[in-house]
T-cell receptor, first 113, second 111 residues
Framework: SAVISQKPSRDICQRGTSLTIQCQVD?????MFWYRQQPGQSLTLIAT?????????ESGFVIDKFPISRPNLTFSTLTVSNMSPEDSSIYLC??????????FGSGTQLSVL | GNSVTQMEGPVTLSEEAFLTINCTYT??????LFWYVQYPGEGLQLLLK?????DKGSNKGFEATYRKETTSFHLEKGSVQVSDSAVYFC??????????FGPGTSLSVIP
């Protein structure tokens, strides 16, 4: 299993600013994933973060907007840059650990004014 | 590419009714399949899973069978309860360990 501590849990930000979300896992994991869940919607995969290499972004997401760091096997950050109201969403980090099940952080609820 | 399609909701059922939520997928290779549930105001929880063809996942009275020939993983429960009201997400895990979620199906069970 894997326990993920995610912070901040929520934030209200002004448009044009940036927010960095941090996730700490209680064990070493190879891959971490960042998702976005917009109100009333499903989870959309933003990118996959492997330690020691650049993150792999899904279609529709770019590094300039969502830069990701993965400095070691227990930690990752996602930055939401130059925010607009359309970025208001819940952002989730996750990992499968060593098994099939996906473990999630508690989420960051972001509101952009 | 990889994708998951679910029946559109919302679904409203009376207590003790039979539930089916359809899920079909498109994937390269042999994905693992999952159903996740999100109760109001909570995060996603794994409900059940199946890792190969003809496997049946089950939990809390819910069942789903991995059908490779029809690329389906339909969720069923024989008798729903009010406490089953939630959003249900079908998902697949690719050979690269990415988990792709379907759009979700909202279920409301009325007494």
């Amino acid at each position: 299993s894997a326990v993920i501590s995610q912070k901040p849990s929520r934030d209200i930000c002004q448009r044009g600013t940036s927010l960095t979300i941090q996730c700490q896992v209680d064990s070493q994991v190879t891959m971490m994933f960042w998702y976005r869940q917009q109100p009333g919607q499903s989870l959309t995969l933003i990118a996959t973060a492997n330690q020691g290499s650049e993150a792999t972004y899904e279609s529709g997401f770019v590094i300039d907007k969502f830069p990701i760091s993965r400095p070691n096997l227990t930690f990752s950050t996602l930055t939401v840059s130059n925010m607009s109201p359309e970025d208001s969403s819940i952002y989730l980090c996750s990992t499968t650990g060593s098994g099939e099940k996906l473990f999630f952080g508690s989420g960051t609820q972001l509101s952009v004014l | 590419g990889n994708s998951v399609t679910q029946m559109e909701g919302p679904v409203t059922l009376s207590e003790e009714a039979f539930l089916t939520i359809n899920c079909t997928y498109t994937a390269t290779g042999y994905p693992s399949l999952f159903w996740y549930v999100q109760y109001p105001g909570e995060g996603l929880q794994l409900l059940l899973k199946a890792t190969k063809a003809d496997d049946k996942g089950s939990n809390k009275g819910f069942e789903a069978t991995y059908r490779k020939e029809t690329t389906s993983f339909h969720l069923e429960k024989g008798s729903v309860q009010v406490s089953d009201s939630a959003v249900y997400f079908c998902a697949l895990k690719t050979s690269y360990d990415k988990v792709i979620f379907g759009p979700g199906t909202s279920l409301s069970v009325i007494p």
